[in-house]
């Protein structure tokens, strides 16, 4: 999610942060002038666009989370919470299928996403302290949304793994399931890597064919009343429950439920819910190139800065102002319209290259010379006698 390449679509010949090499949004097609039979790549306009569309919810949610006192705010962060990140990372889980375990694809998942974790849990927990919050015990308890970050580290060391077991999303179920029976505790947000486990293994496993169905115009009119449906649940009934159940923080155990009938029913229907959601979104999400599709690979930017945005608007006082000059609804609406403009303002250049520091951060001083040069080398010595 944060090397730099040129978009090949925008033609202006700007750099633009995409996701590493291994996990680039891209379908490889057949170059006939290629004698080498190489497969040039050609960015997924939908999984842009998708990806873009997301931000924008997570931004608005992380936004209009302190306004929501009303219910309609209520259950319009219920429904986003629903599926944004279920819907996130089951887009991670896609473009992580040729994460093999190499020497290449490890170096870039310590620069891209290793490395970025400390240097924001570092910049998060300095704005904390600088306003009397409490910090996790240490870095590998994830601050805020760093959680993504230390989930997404995790997810795809397990690669060969799901690639090499049968049934592996049934598997996943079954971890994600066992996972709510158990104390997980802190460290690197591990409920969040079991609860969400099901949706990356999913994303492994989706083929273009499976993309294709969801253009097709029954399951698109069947997306429709999915989020229709889903939305009106939200404002009837679901943003009366307890919000742990779209956080997938905690453990069913951690929560002190019921496994029966409450915990493990409930597990269900919020993952098919998410499923769904996630299913209907895809299918409703253009596939074209439009005008905010080289926006779809600048979406880490936004994730890692748009929480300072949000810390340093609390610490000034903004949400209390916003509420006794606009109302409740009125700061609804004026926190989602701050949120989409911000987004974009976060994508801007100027912002990319003030924060390419954090975001893209060079570490190749700590990584050993050499790795993948010579592929007949064996990885570690061979045992002596």
Request: glycine share 8%; aromatic share 14%.
């Amino acid at each position: 999610m944060a090397s730099t390449t040129t978009h090949p679509q925008n033609g202006a010949g700007k750099a633009a942060v995409a996701v590493p090499d291994d996990v680039r949004t891209t379908r490889p097609q057949r170059n006939a002038a290629d004698t080498n039979g190489a497969a040039s790549k050609k960015r997924d306009a939908l999984l842009d666009n998708a990806k873009f569309l997301l931000i924008l919810l997570v931004f608005i949610g992380h936004a209009i989370e302190p306004v929501t006192d009303t219910r309609v705010a209520n259950a319009v962060y219920f429904w986003i919470y629903l599926f944004h990140m279920p819907a996130f990372v089951l887009i991670c889980g896609y473009l992580s299928r040729s994460f093999d375990g190499s020497g290449r694809r490890i170096d870039k998942l310590l620069t891209t996403v290793v490395a970025p974790y400390f240097i924001f849990w570092g910049i998060y927990a300095l704005q904390s302290l600088s306003v009397g919050r409490d910090l996790p015990d240490g870095p590998l308890q994830p601050l805020w949304l760093t959680w993504f970050l230390a989930a997404l580290f995790v997810w795809r060391l397990t690669v060969p793994l799901w690639n090499r077991i049968r049934w592996p999303f049934a598997v996943s179920l079954g971890v994600s399931f066992l996972g709510g029976l158990v104390v997980t505790g802190d460290v690197l947000g591990v409920s969040r890597i079991l609860s969400l486990l099901p949706f990356f293994v999913a994303g492994l496993l989706i083929e273009q064919r499976h993309l294709d169905f969801l253009k097709s115009t029954w399951v698109r009119v069947w997306g429709v009343g999915v989020v229709l449906v889903t939305a009106a649940m939200s404002y009837v009934y679901l943003e009366q429950l307890s919000r742990e159940w779209v956080y997938w923080r905690e453990s069913l155990i951690d929560r002190d439920l019921d496994i029966l009938p409450v915990g493990i029913p409930g597990r269900v229907v919020f993952l098919v819910l998410a499923f769904a959601l996630t299913a209907a979104v895809l299918s409703l999400t253009p596939r074209r190139t439009t005008w905010f599709t080289r926006l779809g690979a600048l979406t880490m930017y936004v994730f890692l800065l748009h929480g300072l945005v949000l810390r340093i608007a609390e610490q000034f006082g903004w949400h209390e102002f916003c509420n006794d000059f606009f109302g409740a609804h009125g700061a609804l609406v004026v926190n989602t319209v701050l949120a989409v403009a911000f987004t974009f303002v976060l994508c801007s250049p100027w912002v990319r290259a003030a924060t390419r520091w954090a975001v893209e951060p060079k570490v190749d001083w700590f990584l050993r010379p050499g790795r993948d040069q010579h592929p007949d080398r064996p990885a570690y010595p061979a045992p002596k006698g």
